[in-house]
């Protein structure tokens, strides 16, 4: 992993980068299955799954998030730490066999009056699959020092 030490004063609104590629599989269901709790046959009956409309097993939404923020780790910042997320949403239904990239783009940047020496910083999650298509979206905030 690559250190770089940005502070809030360097962020800059449309700056952004996109990752390599990784494709789901069955096993990835099961892991996260095993990991999450979350068995529901949407996911894990491939012959319940075949009376849907999709026709086929259908990835935990928590699942593509994990993976599509994972894919993202690339950096460690050591003066920016994660605030959390808001406004994920499961876009488009993710299926075994298909590959997700992650796309992240600053979209704000904004003083803390309440916290003097931090600024917030938003950062717009988009993963997508092998077509292109959005699967999911998601605002990544971050709180980082400002410049001493």
Same mark, same amino acid.
């Given at each position: 992993? /690559?250190?770089? #030490?940005?502070?809030?004063?360097?962020? #800059?609104?449309?700056?952004?980068?996109?990752?390599?590629?990784?494709?789901?599989?069955?096993?990835?269901?099961?892991?996260? +299955?095993?990991?999450?709790? =979350?068995?529901?046959?949407?996911?894990? =009956? !491939?012959?319940?799954?075949?009376?849907?409309?999709?026709?086929?097993?259908? !990835?935990?939404?928590?699942? #593509?998030?994990?993976?599509?923020?994972?894919?993202?780790?690339?950096?460690? &910042?050591?003066?920016?730490?994660s605030y959390?997320?808001?406004?994920?949403?499961?876009?488009?239904?993710v299926f075994?066999?298909?590959?997700?990239?992650?796309?992240?783009?600053?979209? !704000?940047?904004?003083?803390? =009056?309440?916290?003097?020496?931090?600024?917030?910083?938003?950062?717009? /999650?988009t993963v997508? &699959?092998?077509?292109?298509?959005?699967? /999911?979206? +998601? =605002?990544?905030?971050?709180?980082?020092?400002?410049?001493?």
């Amino acid at each position: 992993m /690559l250190e770089q #030490v940005k502070y809030f004063e360097d962020h #800059v609104i449309g700056e952004g980068r996109q990752t390599t590629g990784r494709t789901i599989t069955e096993t990835d269901f099961v892991v996260h +299955a095993g990991h999450s709790g =979350d068995f529901f046959p949407h996911h894990l =009956d !491939a012959e319940f799954c075949k009376t849907l409309p999709f026709g086929q097993r259908i !990835a935990h939404g928590t699942m #593509v998030f994990t993976i599509g923020v994972g894919l993202t780790a690339s950096v460690i &910042n050591p003066v920016s730490f994660s605030y959390g997320y808001d406004r994920l949403r499961f876009v488009k239904p993710v299926f075994i066999g298909d590959t997700i990239r992650s796309k992240v783009e600053i979209i !704000a940047v904004e003083p803390m =009056d309440k916290r003097p020496g931090f600024g917030r910083v938003t950062e717009r /999650l988009t993963v997508t &699959n092998q077509r292109g298509e959005t699967v /999911l979206v +998601a =605002d990544h905030i971050y709180i980082v020092e400002r410049r001493p």
